[in-house]
């Protein structure tokens, strides 16, 4: 069945990295664009950043703009999410989700990952 | 940057009821406008895109309307399963609105 699952989040120090990712599998992942939306706790939903289908366009939150890099590996159905310098700030459950309509940008996230926590915290 | 302001931020409600919730945008977005649901715990779920469009396998009590900056998603009957938070998004820029918590009355 089409999925989407997350892995590598945990608990880093403030300024430390991390390297987040997002497994597809059961539809044509180098179809769609895909983005990262982060949810802190209790709070709501933040959209982080997207990627187009062939890597060719990326775009980022201001709040994480110079920290963050999305990447893909359309050859390995894999999202990917470099996290820097990280703050406490940057502590939420991150989703990866795909647009619905292929190779657009710009679209709702039909499909959605079930999240992986980051926490950030000396 | 566009921003997204839902209204109210709390609703209570009971099995039955028919209940409305109201997105507004900062700057016209035509109808680039999704609904989601989401529950404790859970991911969202995609209810309605294009502002009006429903999702494949969403029930039909579920609707929505709008155009421009003012949007409203509908649940004509309110069930026992719809007790969750509801986020707008508009995606030109991916904004969402800050969410709306449907509680038992």
């Known amino acids: 069945q089409v999925q989407l699952v997350e892995s590598g989040g945990g608990l880093v120090k403030p300024g430390g990295s991390l390297r987040l990712s997002c497994a597809a599998s059961?539809?044509?992942?180098?179809?769609?664009?895909m983005s990262w939306i982060r949810q802190a706790p209790g709070k709501g939903l933040e959209w982080v950043s997207y990627?187009?289908?062939?890597?060719?366009?990326?775009n980022y939150a201001d709040s994480v703009k110079g920290r963050f890099t999305i990447s893909r590996d359309n050859a390995k159905n894999s999202l990917y999410l470099q996290m820097n310098s990280l703050r406490a700030e940057d502590t939420a459950v991150y989703y990866c989700?795909?647009?619905?309509?292929?190779?657009?940008?710009?679209?709702?996230?039909?499909?959605w990952g079930q999240g992986t926590m980051v926490t950030v915290s000396s | 940057d566009i921003q997204m302001t839902q209204s109210p931020s709390t609703l209570s409600a009971s099995v039955g009821d028919r209940v409305t919730i109201t997105c507004r945008a900062s700057?016209?977005?035509?109808?680039?406008l999704a609904w989601y649901q989401q529950k404790p715990g859970k991911a969202p779920k995609l209810l309605i895109y294009?502002?009006?469009s429903l999702e494949s396998g969403v029930p039909s009590r579920f609707s929505g309307s709008g155009s421009g900056t003012e949007f409203t998603l509908t649940i004509s009957s309110l069930q026992p399963d719809d007790f969750a938070t509801y986020y707008c998004?508009?995606?030109?820029?991916?904004?969402f609105g800050q969410g709306t918590k449907v509680e038992i009355k």
């Open positions: 989700a795909r647009e619905r309509s292929i190779a657009v940008a710009g679209d709702a996230f039909d499909i």
């Open positions: 059961g539809f044509t992942f180098s179809d769609y664009y």
């Open positions: 990627i187009s289908s062939s890597s060719s366009y990326t």
């Open positions: 700057q016209s977005i035509s109808s680039w």
């Open positions: 294009k502002a009006s």
């Open positions: 998004q508009q995606y030109n820029t991916w904004t």
